[in-house]
């Protein structure tokens, strides 16, 4: 069986391998931010503010009878039905962080469409150039896939979906904390939400892009000498002393160019039969004759 050169798969790979490690590292800094702002709103009080102005002197106008004392009047708080108190205003790092939180989710949002789409793609490319690899990379194709739906604000293009998405936006991230002080929701649905899926999330993506990337090493055809040489220092530190067994550095090298499976027997072996072995003086015992019946 002729070997097959294929160059323009392994350049194909390496593309596709470098908007895969880009688009994995801005989903680490999405997921970073969105942690890092969560933090803030719901350990600080980094959104409110002490409103700067003073409510207006109330004047009083004696009618029939006497006038209450001042002080019974201007002294008590006045308090919402809410239970929130009507100076705090929000303030200028609250709609910064509402800036910031908003541009690193809908930068999420659009790594997370490309990186299922270069996901995809290498699996065709390998499946179609039969290269190896191919399995690591459905597995990560796949479990990548599963990370976009969980990243994805998902609850406001389905009524009822019960996951707001890591990516969800600062309204979301402020009503649900809004919504844990006043008492409506549980504090174990709350941080799971917040803090438990962003974690998952970012775990899970360090380890689909490693195997993913191990998938394309297997995939990756080398194209000049010092690839050949890496496969092949890579083959023979592999290698125990006195283990008949294990693969050569042929096998790497047929590997290493894009030749497929190796065949274990050379075709002029199986051609030539006993003649191998003959020197050029020597002359040919041919066959024994057969027996006779």
Avoid at 145 to 155: D, F, S, T
Avoid at 207 to 212: A, I, K, S
Wanted: charged letters at 15%; a negative charge; glycine letters at 12%.
């Amino acid at each position: 069986m002729p070997r097959q050169h294929r160059p323009h798969v392994c350049s194909a790979l390496q593309h596709l391998r470098s908007g895969v490690v880009v688009c994995s590292l801005v989903l680490g800094l999405c997921v970073a931010i969105h942690l890092l702002i969560w933090g803030f709103v719901q350990f600080t009080d980094a959104r409110w503010t002490q409103s700067e102005g003073t409510p207006a002197e109330q004047q009083f106008t004696v009618v029939d009878g006497v006038a209450q004392p001042l002080t019974t009047l201007a002294t008590q708080p006045v308090v919402q039905a809410s239970g929130v108190d009507p100076n705090l205003v929000p303030s200028v790092a609250n709609r910064s962080m509402s800036l910031v939180v908003n541009l690193a989710d809908a930068f999420g949002v659009i790594a997370c469409i490309v990186l299922v789409g270069l996901m995809r793609q290498t699996v065709a490319i390998t499946a179609g150039a039969g290269a190896p690899g191919v399995g690591k990379l459905v597995t990560a194709s796949s479990w990548t896939l599963v990370l976009a739906l969980i990243g994805m604000p998902l609850a406001g293009l389905i009524n009822g979906f019960p996951l707001p998405g890591v990516f969800g936006g600062y309204d979301a991230m402020t009503g649900a904390q809004e919504a844990y002080v006043a008492g409506s929701l549980g504090g174990a649905a709350y941080f799971a939400t917040a803090l438990f899926v962003p974690l998952v999330f970012g775990g899970g993506l360090a380890l689909v892009v490693l195997r993913y990337v191990h998938g394309v090493e297997e995939g990756v055809i080398a194209t000049s000498v010092s690839d050949l040489d890496d496969k092949l220092a890579h083959e023979i530190s592999g290698i125990k002393v006195g283990a008949n067994a294990a693969p050569r550095a042929v096998g790497a090298l047929n590997t290493a160019i894009g030749g497929g499976t190796p065949s274990h027997a050379d075709v002029m072996e199986e051609a030539l039969g006993k003649e191998k072995n003959r020197r050029i003086g020597e002359t040919s015992k041919g066959e024994p004759l057969a027996r006779p019946i």
